[in-house]
């Protein structure tokens, strides 16, 4: 075989490669249900196949499609090569601070302004001599529910909307216990902190956790004043919340939001899919509370029915994700599809550090979540400051205002994130590239695009949760 031969060899063997790459993208992609992807993918499975057909019938050719070959390698060698890190992420949420951290009120919160403000009371009273602006809007949105008439967009598909309203219940019954005293008087069983940190994350796993991280409570994430109320506690409203009185250590859990039911939003599999997370991070919470309450520890449940603080900034300290442009915490593996819950302790653990996944650049660039947002509550726009810190400002009040008309949560935010694609070998790969190259950070949302799509479409989800009458 003289050196021809070679030269064309190694060109067919590297346009081998690149056909099996774009077959395995097309199948990935009918595998997750997606309309443009597939056609992409077999259009450079065609592309590759008539490179191949060239290569053999046209030696002429055989420099230029060198030359091409090169450039490609090249630049994902340079992707791999040129590792960067975000240095502000590796701070963690404090990374984001430009000036001084504000508090946020937990009064403020659209959720506590819906259910604990009862029109005529004194707490309503109260909150709207304070705020006067908000009075008018809130009275439309309490009229029509938070959810408006859950399901409404599927016509409130009995078995969709009764799992919405099972799963939902277990917070109800879990809430009354979320803080856990110790269970003896005697001194609490003495556990080194390394043990106690491995014991901690890999029970939360055992529980039904995908991601446990640990840090120290940060005050500036503590609500200044206690807004929601349950149980009829109303003579906790207003109260203002001491840092200095929480457990110092808080475990941070994760758990997955399934990709087939989030990739119906805005329809009622997705709601329910984000129902019986709530459900399952209140089971957490509270039984690893207790697991500390047994040990002599006190721990304090963090969950939908009973929050001390806001918990995607306590879930970048304890090492689990980024912030993105759409509010939400993006985990590695799971993106946005993730709900966040905690346990407080006071029993010394180990934190861990905060990470950087490439969120901040890619988010700068995708844009994604915004343009498909129907009741545009994310920003096109940079970041403000915000309570100090430097975050892209969702609207929450024309956000729930959409959820009202929909009778779900929406979660097409979540659905179109791109981090939030399945935890397959191809998103794997291209997550890496993401989290460790800024040239990736650049371009790869235009790719994505190119690929994808710009806007989101709802997939069909499995039959027995299909919300077609």
């Known amino acids: 075989m003289d050196q021809l031969d070679i030269f064309t060899l190694v060109l067919l063997l590297v346009d081998i490669g690149f056909l099996a790459g774009a077959l395995y993208f097309s199948f990935e992609s009918i595998r997750e249900k997606e309309r443009r992807?597939?056609?992409?993918?077999?259009?450079?499975?065609?592309?590759?196949?008539?490179?191949?057909i060239l290569l053999v019938v046209m030696p002429?050719?055989?420099?230029?499609?060198?030359?091409?070959?090169?450039?490609?390698?090249?630049?994902?060698?340079?992707?791999?090569?040129?590792?960067?890190?975000?240095?502000?992420?590796?701070?963690?949420?404090?990374?984001?601070?430009?000036?001084?951290?504000?508090?946020?009120?937990?009064?403020?919160?659209?959720?506590a302004r819906q259910r604990s403000l009862p029109p005529g009371s004194e707490y309503y009273q109260r909150y709207y001599k304070m705020h006067p602006e908000k009075e008018e809007p809130d009275r439309r949105r309490r009229e029509k529910g938070l959810l408006g008439a859950p399901g409404r967009i599927d016509n409130q598909y009995p078995p969709n909307v009764s799992m919405i309203h099972a799963a939902f219940d277990i917070p109800e019954f879990l809430g009354h216990y979320a803080v856990a005293d110790p269970e003896h008087a005697s001194m609490p069983s003495k556990v080194d902190p390394v043990k106690a940190t491995e014991i901690v994350k890999n029970?939360?796993?055992?529980?039904?956790?995908?991601?446990?991280?640990?840090?120290?409570?940060?005050p500036n994430w503590v609500y200044s004043h206690r807004g929601e109320i349950f149980y009829d506690k109303w003579e906790d409203w207003g109260k203002e919340i001491d840092p200095a009185q929480l457990p110092p250590y808080a475990v941070v859990m994760l758990t997955e939001m399934d990709w087939d039911h989030v990739s119906s939003a805005p329809h009622t599999p997705s709601v329910a899919e984000s129902a019986r997370n709530y459900g399952r991070g209140a089971y957490l919470s509270t039984h690893l509370a207790r697991w500390f309450a047994h040990l002599g520890y006190k721990a304090v449940a963090q969950n939908t029915r009973h929050y001390d603080m806001a918990l995607?900034?306590?879930?970048?300290?304890?090492?689990?994700?980024?912030?993105?442009r759409l509010g939400y915490l993006i985990a590695p593996r799971f993106g946005a599809r993730v709900r966040i819950f905690a346990t407080l302790t006071d029993m010394p653990l180990i934190p861990d550090s905060p990470i950087s996944i490439g969120v901040d650049e890619f988010c700068k660039k995708c844009k994604k979540c915004a343009e498909s947002c129907p009741s545009k509550s994310i920003p096109m726009g940079d970041k403000i400051v915000h309570r100090g810190a430097l975050k892209w400002k969702i609207n929450e009040d024309s956000c729930f205002e959409y959820w009202s008309k929909v009778g779900t949560?929406?979660?097409?935010?979540?659905?179109v994130c791109p981090f939030s694609r399945p935890n397959t070998l191809l998103h794997k790969v291209v997550r890496w590239f993401v989290g460790n190259s800024q040239i990736a950070q650049k371009y790869f949302p235009y790719i994505d695009n190119i690929l994808y799509g710009r806007k989101w479409r709802p997939k069909p989800v499995p039959s027995w949760i299909d919300y077609r009458n």
Do not use: T
């Not at 975000?86 to 601070?97: E, I, Q, S, T, Y």
């Not at 029970?203 to 940060?218: D, E, Q, S, T």
């Not at 949560?409 to 659905?415: E, G, H, N, T, V």
């Open 203 to 218: 029970y939360a796993l055992h529980l039904g956790a995908v991601a446990v991280g640990i840090c120290r409570v940060n």
């Open 312 to 324: 995607p900034p306590l879930a970048v300290d304890a090492g689990l994700g980024e912030i993105g």
């Open 60 to 111: 002429s050719c055989r420099v230029f499609f060198a030359v091409f070959f090169s450039f490609v390698i090249a630049f994902a060698l340079s992707l791999a090569l040129k590792r960067s890190k975000d240095p502000r992420a590796l701070k963690g949420a404090n990374g984001h601070l430009v000036g001084a951290a504000e508090r946020p009120d937990e009064r403020d919160i659209p959720f």
């Open 409 to 415: 949560d929406c979660s097409i935010c979540m659905a």
């Open 37 to 52: 992807a597939p056609k992409m993918g077999l259009g450079l499975a065609l592309i590759a196949l008539i490179i191949g």
